[in-house]
């Protein structure tokens, strides 16, 4: 058993391990810096280099998400940096990392709806791809009608022209929400202008 749970070190085959992986990841979505950067300090101290590169990677997308999707590949930069670096000097690009996506925007709205469709997939929705979007790049796919009618957006204006993607049963489903952060508002704004349009 971990008999110093909670106050330093911490048996890697104990509860401690994921205890501080738990408060790390937390303290970064929390957008707490000091917080995520003390629990670095513990993980790296305990030679945990290889989970906090793996956490960090998961953060970077599960919680900073589209409201910084630079932060992705910025992470990774680090963290690869880390791995060739070692410890210590591992902990200097990640220091920076950790700090940059505790103090970055949080969104976790293309997560969600992953998981919204995923679901709905798991109940048996969305079956049938319409016909225009099935691939036509053979012998015999115009008899069969797959991809007759498609609009290849490029041809239009803005890259966009309005058809139907998603199946018949769930043609008015909206998986994805825009975030409240200013990446996701930006697009916002842009696609609702380019659509007004159509």
């Not at 590169?53 to 919680?63: F, G, N, Q, Y």
């Not at 508002?185 to 349009?197: M, N």
């Amino acid at each position: 058993p971990d008999t110093m749970r909670g106050q330093g070190a911490f048996a890697k085959d104990g509860d401690g391990h994921y205890d501080l992986l738990s408060a790390f990841q937390k303290s970064i979505r929390g957008s707490d810096p000091d917080a995520s950067v003390f629990y670095l300090a513990k993980l790296l101290g305990a030679g945990e280099l290889l989970s906090v590169v793996r956490r960090l990677s998961v953060i970077a997308s599960e919680d900073i998400g589209a409201a910084y999707p630079q932060a992705a590949s910025i992470t990774y930069a680090c963290c690869q940096q880390a791995l060739s670096l070692g410890l210590p000097e591992a902990r200097i690009p990640l220091a920076n990392c950790v700090i940059m996506l505790a103090t970055s925007p949080k969104s976790v709205t293309a997560l969600e709806a992953y998981d919204t469709a995923s679901a709905d997939i798991a109940n048996g929705l969305g079956k049938n791809i319409p016909s225009h979007l099935l691939d036509s790049h053979y012998a015999g796919a115009e008899v069969l009608g797959h991809g007759q009618g498609y609009k290849y957006p490029h041809a239009y204006e803005n890259d966009y022209i309005p058809q139907q993607y998603l199946p018949d049963d769930i043609k008015n489903k909206t998986y994805y929400t825009y975030g409240t952060n200013k990446t996701e508002q930006a697009a916002k704004a842009y696609w609702d202008k380019i659509k007004e349009k159509k």
